[in-house]
């Protein structure tokens, strides 16, 4: 069935630790979003993506950095998680072309650093 | 600048009451405005696209370019719609830009 898949959906992890969130789309869309949102508030942009081997920062500056080897896999990688990363985050894809600003979202990753 | 705005934090309403979710926003070009919908413990999902002209669930959505506004209305509320809603406006770079949502309470 094509979805967007995040994992894990929730996290739990010491200050300093290296951490990889991950987002995986089988609806073969090309481009890929990373949202990053706290509680109770908007959705802003760190990261997207408009196929492989493109990465662009979002509105929102972000420590964590991303990759896309392949066109279906978007992880995000914070090298040292801080408690101000603490959020939720947020994954989604959506088709060029007419209804290139249509995006679908992945369940998110709640991370919480100690 | 590209902007949405939503003004009311929290909207609560009576099962069977009329209901309109404010949105504004601020775009130099053509919008392309959406609202998307959270219910408790889903993951989000597009309620409405503004170039569709579409009723979803018993919701509409009217792009009022001269008030540049994108409201979210129903008629008749009902327990089931209660839910964050999020008004958002594509981005010249295919990304979306997020209001910080309201939600939406309906009483029995």
């Known amino acids: 069935e094509a979805d967007i898949y995040q994992t894990p959906r929730y996290l739990v992890i010491g200050t300093g630790k290296k951490i990889t969130l991950e987002c995986s789309q089988t609806?073969?869309?090309?481009?890929m979003y990373w949202y990053q949102q706290d509680p109770g508030m908007e959705l802003h942009l760190i990261h997207y993506s408009y196929g492989v081997n493109s990465t662009e920062k979002g509105d929102l500056s972000s420590e964590s950095t991303v990759s896309r080897i392949r066109t279906e896999h978007f992880p995000l990688t914070l090298e040292s998680a801080r408690p101000s990363h603490t959020s939720q985050y947020l994954c989604?894809?959506?088709?060029?072309?007419?209804?290139?600003?249509?995006?679908?979202f992945g369940p998110g990753t709640r991370l919480t650093v100690l | 600048a590209q902007r949405v705005t939503q003004p009311e934090k929290l909207l609560s309403v009576f099962k069977g009451a009329p209901v309109e979710l404010k949105c504004n926003y601020s775009y130099s070009g053509s919008p392309e405005l959406f609202w998307y919908v959270q219910y408790s413990r889903q993951r989000l999902q597009l309620l409405l696209r503004h170039i569709s002209r579409e009723s979803i669930k018993g919701f509409t959505a009217d792009l009022n370019k001269g008030e540049t506004s994108f409201h979210l209305k129903k008629p008749f509320a009902q327990e089931e719609d209660s839910a964050m809603y999020y008004c958002?406006?594509?981005?010249?770079?295919?990304?979306?830009?997020f209001g910080k949502g309201t939600k939406l309470s309906v009483k029995p």
């Open positions: 989604a894809s959506s088709l060029p072309g007419t209804h290139r600003n249509e995006q679908f």
């Open positions: 958002a406006l594509g981005g010249s770079q295919g990304n979306l830009i």
């Open positions: 609806m073969g869309h090309d481009k």
